[in-house]
């Protein structure tokens, strides 16, 4: 009698935590995820000024997606604007690291602009690092950590009520490595955020614009940039910004010049 | 000899004189400018027979001959006229000005006087001028009236080249106009180049004469006293270019000169007039000369100096101010003047470092004379802009070194704004080095589609990480886990007595039992409902009590009872109640009814639960 009625427990429990996350899961704006899909129909038909004016607006009102900023991203690019494609295809690699669409696009759209740097390499730990905080999206992170967390708070429950030794066992080591993968879950999602805190980045809007040695305009100029290069922010300093290359190199540029990512 | 055969006339002649009325007595002299140690003669004259003439005292000169006097006389339609000269052979000794004073004779007892005359004596050679008149370039050059050399004498006297620089101190890079010139007193029949001055340490360029087809322009010219035969054999334009004392190694020629023959007489005039005569080689070499040249002063020195000197202007000019990408954009620098035109260096203009350049196409017009090298040379620099935006041309930072105030002198010129609007093709361009970014099979490629399946949007800021819901959904887990492990502990505090557990569900399974009677109750299937009323008090009281179900009857239920102290009356209410409900399995009822049944059962086990 008493394991049904533990039965009825877990049931009860997990009818609650569907009802708590399937909403999450399932966030949408019904009206906004129309005009998405009217941008993309605007796309479908290559009416790409059409698209752009859609999907920014759905941008001006605050929303966010992944899908929305790439689809923003391909529109731009096929109007030939290289640095609007790379300012929201990189918004919405923010949003979905592990994208291989926007991977790709991105590396596509890079083709089109005039800079080439060639990247320092990156020390291969802090790559394996970086590819695996960013494997997966923030928001998937942190459903898959709440689930884990979860399902192992539920096996240790039935490790703690079962009466077989067998199932006893393995719900307990099943409930240590589920905890623990869900600790690790909320480490990555948190450096993940972290990640995107510190590494704040931006794209050189401007056709031709001159790096200064500091904040003014008297400064020297070290080198020059092209639209749709993306740079590192370092540091802001009212109307000026101090950047990093992917090939190393600082300077300081006019915040009109970039737009943040 | 001549004048031995004058004076011999002179005296013959001398026995009747004649007056004329006018007299004058004048004095002349050969030439007013003599070189030292040349003889000249000066002669006083009078048109009648005077007396007692008082020579000037020649201060300042030597007199090598004189007074020769001779008298002439002359007679025309009858009238007689007489002259006398008085003449002296003069030798300037010193350079300077002189001036003879007049000279005074007594005519008829009158007093005259002549004029002084003003002698400019110049520092000449020790040779006496045989000839001094200019004399114009004739076809062949060569003055008619040389003499020939005469046999011995020394020929660096009358054939030399001298190395003339117009001026020998001068500042590095300043221009020096070199002539060599060939001084002659001698008549030339051929000559050849022997050996030319390499001119080290110099840039040089050669003056072209302005007609090359002509031969040398030959001029007079006194130097050191001495009148020449001059002609300009070369005139090189240098330019020095290291510091210090450069010395310009002579240039050799070989002359083929005529000389008279050597057994002639040298008062022999008849030899001389036939021209008995030897063709001699000499090689002449001309002296090395020495330039002083000065490093540029390193005051003031401009940045961006490029070793112009002399004295230039510039100006530049643009050839549009509004263009679209791709297209062509001329700017030009014009450097004119005089001075080192052909050794500037490259002007570097800073051009917006995103202007595509090439390379400039000079034009030099430049000429070469006398006074150096001078006109302009144009720089003229293609440029392209890849990309639009506003830009600006510096202005150029050109400067010179005036040697003639020992200064330098930075020339300004104007900035030029240029504004490049978007091209129309600029994906076209293959100016970028194509090898540098990803392959070009790439680029046939074409972007990844939209995404279309996943149209959730989300505002800002709404996202679930970070948000309190995912901290309490984190927390909501280990937070069940604890509500389990305290539930469990206090499950198992309360279940480890078997007997107080089945107590306590008694209640609840008469309960449970009455509630299936209830049922029947209500269906009025009355047989059924007493069986359910008799069921539910034997279980509740089987396990309330905990007696066995085999040992379950009337008496072990009324002593159980009565142990726990329970009422009397609410035993035996119970046990009658038992016994109508086993009766009314078999037998109908009277006298109560289903529904006080239902209620009295369920009374007293709500009065055992109360009282046990």
């Known amino acids: 009698m008493t394991s049904k009625m533990k039965y009825n427990m877990i049931r009860r429990i997990i009818w609650l935590l569907l009802l708590v996350v399937s909403p999450l899961m399932a966030l949408c704006n019904d009206a906004a995820s129309a005009l998405l899909k009217k941008g993309n129909d605007a796309y479908a038909k290559a009416k790409y000024a059409e698209a752009i004016a859609t999907y920014q607006k759905l941008v001006d009102g605050g929303y966010q997606s992944a899908a929305l900023y790439f689809n923003l991203g391909n529109a731009y690019y096929k109007t030939d604007e290289i640095p609007s494609a790379l300012l929201y295809y990189e918004k919405a690699r923010k949003l979905s690291p592990g994208d291989e669409d926007i991977h790709v696009n991105i590396q596509l759209a890079n083709l089109k602009t005039t800079d080439k740097l060639d990247e320092a390499p990156e020390f291969f730990i802090t790559k394996w690092w970086h590819a695996f905080i960013l494997g997966l999206s923030l928001n998937t992170l942190a459903i898959i950590s709440v689930l884990l967390i979860f399902a192992g708070s539920v096996t240790f429950i039935l490790y703690r009520f079962t009466q077989s030794v067998g199932v006893k066992k393995a719900a307990f080591y099943s409930a240590i490595l589920l905890v623990f993968l869900g600790v690790v879950f909320v480490f990555i999602a948190g450096r993940q955020a972290d990640y995107f805190e510190s590494h704040r980045q931006a794209i050189v809007f401007s056709g031709t614009v001159t790096i200064k040695s500091g904040p003014g305009r008297a400064s020297k100029d070290l080198f020059i940039l092209h639209d749709g290069t993306k740079v590192d922010i370092l540091e802001h300093n009212n109307e000026w910004m101090k950047i990093r290359l992917s090939n190393g190199n600082e300077g300081w540029i006019s915040a009109t010049d970039v737009k943040e990512i | ?612």
């Open chain 2, 1 to 612: 000899m001549k004048r031995r055969y004058c004076i011999l006339l002179l005296l013959l002649l001398n026995t009747s004189l004649l007056f004329a009325a006018d007299i004058k007595f004048t004095a002349s002299v050969s030439k007013t400018e003599v070189s030292t140690t040349e003889q000249f003669e000066i002669t006083f004259s009078v048109n009648g027979n005077g007396d007692r003439f008082t020579p000037p005292s020649f201060t300042g000169f030597l007199v090598a001959s004189g007074p020769n006097v001779s008298t002439s006389m002359t007679v025309i339609n009858g009238n007689a006229s007489s002259s006398m000269e008085y003449s002296y052979e003069l030798i300037a000794v010193k350079p300077g000005s002189y001036t003879i004073g007049p000279a005074s004779i007594v005519v008829n007892g009158k007093q005259l006087t002549t004029k002084p005359i003003k002698i400019n004596v110049v520092k000449g050679s020790g040779q006496p001028a045989q000839q001094g008149q200019q004399n114009a370039a004739q076809q062949n050059g060569m003055d008619s009236r040389v003499t020939m050399k005469r046999p011995g004498s020394d020929i660096s006297k009358s054939l030399f080249i001298r190395a003339a620089l117009d001026k020998s101190n001068v500042y590095l890079g300043e221009q020096i106009t070199l002539t060599y010139k060939l001084y002659t007193r001698v008549a030339l029949v051929g000559s050849e180049p022997d050996k030319l001055p390499d001119l080290n340490g110099f840039y040089s360029q050669d003056i072209t004469p302005k007609n090359p087809n002509q031969q040398v322009q030959w001029t007079t010219e006194t130097y050191k006293g001495v009148k020449y035969n001059v002609a300009n054999m070369k005139q090189t334009i240098l330019f020095p270019e290291h510091a210090g004392d450069v010395t310009i190694d002579p240039i050799s020629m070989i002359f083929v000169v005529r000389e008279a023959d050597q057994s002639a007489d040298d008062d022999d005039m008849i030899g001389q007039f036939f021209g008995s005569y030897n063709d001699v080689r000499y090689k002449i070499k001309s002296t090395p000369v020495t330039i002083h040249v000065k490093p540029l002063p390193q005051a003031g020195k401009p940045i961006g100096f490029g070793g112009a000197v002399g004295k230039f202007n510039i100006s530049t000019s643009l050839d549009k101010n509004e263009l679209k990408t791709n297209e062509p954009l001329n700017y030009k620098i014009r450097i004119s003047g005089k001075g080192n035109l052909k050794l500037l260096k490259p002007i570097t203009p800073s051009f917006p470092a995103d202007f595509e350049k090439y390379d400039p196409k000079t034009i030099d017009t430049i000429a070469e004379n006398e006074n150096g090298q001078s006109g302009s040379r144009t720089y003229t620099y293609l440029l392209i802009p890849r990309h639009e935006g506003k830009f600006t041309i510096d202005p150029v930072k050109f400067s010179y070194f005036d040697p003639s105030t020992g200064r330098y002198v930075s020339l300004p010129t104007k900035a030029y704004p240029v504004k490049v609007n978007k091209g129309t093709s600029e994906s076209n361009v293959t100016a970028y080095s194509g090898a540098d970014k990803q392959d070009v099979k790439m680029l046939n490629k074409d972007i990844r589609y939209i995404k279309t399946e996943d149209v959730d949007v989300s505002k800002k800021g709404e996202g679930f990480y970070d948000s309190d819901l995912y901290y309490s959904l984190l927390a909501f887990g280990p937070l069940l886990f604890l509500g389990a492990l305290v539930y469990g502990k206090w499950y198992e505090k309360n279940n480890s007595d078997i007997v107080k557990v089945k107590s306590r569900k008694a209640g609840r399974i008469a309960a449970k039992h009455l509630a299936s009677a209830k049922a029947q109750l209500s269906a009025n299937n009355s047989k059924l409902f007493y069986e359910n009323v008799f069921r539910g008090l034997y279980g509740y009281l089987s396990d309330k009590l905990n007696i066995a179900a085999a040992d379950l009857n009337r008496e072990k239920i009324a002593a159980e009872l009565k142990t726990r102290a329970i009422d009397e009356r609410l035993i035996n209410e119970l046990l009658d109640t038992l016994d109508l409900c086993d009766m009314a399995r078999y037998a109908p009822v009277s006298g109560i009814s289903e529904q006080q049944v239902f209620d009295k059962a369920k009374n007293m086990i709500n009065d055992i639960e109360n009282e046990v």
